[in-house]
């Protein structure tokens, strides 16, 4: 497998799209008609979904490149992608909210944790990189 250093422009754009979706999932949760503690549960679903995403690409990443994984924290990482946005899901299901405010929630969800899988992936291939001087790295795959 080849590494490339990822754009200046690709790692901006994913950083933004980051940005956007925990911005936007805020400013909605602030400016939501609802209970101070529903508005827990949605900030903590965020939180414990980005969380999940990141470690599940480091996980997946770090097998790729033949370092040992055990399979229950492989597992437990996808336990922990679904359970989030499970639990998103069913939040938004029985939420007392317009139809558009829910998808407004889902794609800023899903927005966050495909930009911070993406931003997870270039801070890698950046450190990656840097540790070998070059422009591009060929990574022998794991067998």
Same mark, same amino acid.
């Given at each position: +497998? =080849? ?11 994913? =950083? ?16 939501? %008609? +609802?209970?101070?503690?529903? *508005? ?16 599940? %690409?480091?996980?997946?990443? @770090? *097998?790729?490149?033949? %370092?040992?994984?055990? *399979? ?6 996808? &336990?922990? &992608?679904?359970?989030? =946005? ?15 405010? *829910?998808?407004?929630?889902? +794609? ?22 840097? @540790?070998? %001087? ?10």
């Amino acid at each position: +497998m =080849i590494i490339s250093k990822p754009t200046k422009a690709f790692r901006l754009a994913s =950083i933004f799209a980051l940005l956007a979706g925990v911005f936007g999932f805020l400013i909605g949760l602030m400016n939501a %008609q +609802m209970q101070l503690n529903e *508005k827990g549960y949605y900030f903590a679903i965020l939180l414990f979904g980005l969380f999940s995403f990141v470690s599940l %690409q480091k996980t997946v990443r @770090d *097998k790729l490149e033949g %370092q040992t994984i055990s *399979k229950p924290y492989l597992l437990m990482c996808w &336990v922990a &992608v679904g359970a989030a =946005i499970a639990m998103l899901g069913i939040g938004l299901y029985h939420a007392e909210l317009l139809l558009s405010e *829910k998808g407004f929630y889902a +794609m800023a969800f899903l927005l966050s944790g495909f930009s911070a899988i993406t931003v997870q992936k270039n801070v890698r291939d950046t450190m990656v990189l840097e @540790d070998s %001087q070059a422009p591009s790295v060929l990574v022998e795959e794991a067998k």
